[in-house]
């Protein structure tokens, strides 16, 4: 993050600055691909979109943790949550002792984090509901049906992305419901390229109806993926979550075009970069799922021009965006919790 990003921001307070800074330094320790999705971003957007990722991301990192135990991320949660509603609602954080490298950074970002939903009129006192969802999450390795999938959607991945929409300032009121829709199929897209890591990891986030479906178990699929071969129950199974992510992704593919031109293209580029999902899990007859790989995303090898050339697209439109008199929201200057 940049002097001027924050200049432009109209952040001036130094010790906030130092919290947006910090904060910018993990989203690109962290964020991997998507960091450079800041630099489709409006310049003084990029400090909000900096925080609001870098949480999402540390927040998801912590739980999935795989080197610590469930007891040790579930303990990590509950320390980041208490010094997230410590700082919103404005107690003192002052120690006997100095703070640890994991205690400063949770400070940090929390700081951050209350600023950008605070300036942005976002409920800031619901992230807790965020962080008990990956708790939750710590111990529940399958779901019985899409309702019980469909709480945790609503949780940890669609209370950001509602608030996220608002960041990127929606132009139409149509504007959460289309958020919804694409960030579901991002998210099912997900649980599907993911299966072989989420097995070996324990969990399983395609419904268990959905598999008893076609006559399938957990079992099955554990046998099945990456060895190899693939039944044909298995191909149709695929084949059904593809088609439900896919029906959601239609559903939600004009949300761009209801956003503030400064958020448009990375919302583009993102939705572009999940569709090249669906033909690489079903060509040459679900071959991926007999060898998967890593996931896509902006530095993924194919996507690395696309990326560039949406970046230059982006400053292109910022710039007009600018002439033609566009301003951020002025930031959150009260100190009240």
Request: charged share 30%; glycine share 4%; net charge negative.
């Amino acid at each position: 993050m940049t002097v001027q990003e924050l200049d432009l921001a109209g952040i001036t307070d130094s010790g906030l600055r130092a919290d947006y800074i910090a904060s910018s330094q993990l989203f690109r320790k962290i964020g991997r691909g998507r960091f450079l999705g800041r630099y489709m971003m409006h310049p003084a957007k990029r400090p909000y979109f900096d925080t609001f990722f870098s949480f999402v991301c540390y927040i998801d990192d912590l739980a999935d943790d795989i080197n610590l135990s469930v007891d040790v991320r579930a303990r990590r949660l509950d320390e980041w949550q208490r010094t997230y509603l410590a700082i919103a609602k404005g107690e003192d954080l002052t120690s006997e002792h100095p703070l640890s490298l994991s205690e400063q950074t949770d400070a940090a970002l929390a700081r951050a984090l209350v600023h950008t939903l605070r300036t942005w009129d976002l409920p800031y006192l619901r992230v807790p509901e965020f962080v008990d969802g990956h708790r939750k999450a710590l111990t529940t390795y399958e779901y019985a049906d899409q309702e019980e999938l469909d709480d945790f959607l609503e949780t940890v991945t669609l209370l950001p992305a509602i608030w996220i929409n608002q960041i990127f300032e929606p132009i139409s009121e149509d504007a959460e419901e289309l958020c919804r829709h694409t960030i579901t199929a991002f998210q099912l897209l997900d649980f599907i390229w993911d299966l072989r890591e989420d097995l070996d990891l324990g969990r399983l986030y395609l419904p268990l109806d959905h598999l008893a479906r076609f006559g399938l178990t957990r079992a099955d699929l554990d046998r099945q993926i990456g060895s190899g071969y693939i039944s044909d129950a298995l191909r149709e199974l695929i084949q059904f979550e593809i088609d439900i992510a896919r029906e959601h992704m239609n559903a939600g593919r004009s949300w761009p075009q209801t956003l503030h031109p400064t958020a448009r293209i990375f919302m583009e580029t993102d939705i572009q970069t999940h569709d090249s999902m669906f033909p690489e899990m079903i060509k040459d007859d679900y071959a991926f799922f007999k060898s998967p790989r890593r996931g896509l995303d902006f530095v993924s090898g194919r996507m690395i021009p696309r990326t560039a050339k949406a970046i230059a697209r982006a400053r292109k439109a910022n710039q007009q965006a600018t002439r033609a008199g566009y301003r951020i929201r002025p930031p959150y200057r009260g100190t009240e919790a």
